[in-house]
């Protein structure tokens, strides 16, 4: 990835996630859901669950370009680099499936 395509992402996600958070933060102040299964049925919307999935990507991505920036600057050791990045991506891809997880049981269980 250009250093230039680094820079955009990184911008564009941290926007995205100001964004969504001052959102999610505000829509619970005016309307806090008062039990499991209204939170549940506010997450399970359409529009809710797409931007909650968006989040995610936008969280992912801006971690990826973030560590990766910073082990690309600071590792000088070859092998430990690709050993630390090889790491980081294993990470991200986990926590990528957990959030995945997440998504798609939420509100299972809502009564």
Avoid: E
Avoid at 22 to 29: E, R
Avoid at 61 to 71: F, I, P, Q, Y
């Amino acid at each position: 990835m250009s250093g230039l395509k680094a820079w955009l992402l990184q911008r564009v996600s941290a926007v995205y996630l100001g964004a969504f958070l001052v959102y999610f933060l505000f829509s619970l102040l005016i309307n806090t859901p008062q039990s499991f299964a209204d939170w549940s049925g506010w997450m399970r919307s359409g529009a809710m669950s797409l931007a909650t999935a968006l989040f995610f990507v936008a969280l992912l991505a801006h971690a990826w370009v973030g560590v990766r920036d910073v082990l690309l600057d600071y590792i000088t050791s070859f092998a430990l680099r690709l050993t630390l990045l090889v790491l980081l991506a294993v990470g991200l891809t986990l926590m990528a499936l957990w959030a995945i997880r997440i998504l798609l049981t939420a509100g299972g269980a809502a009564t």
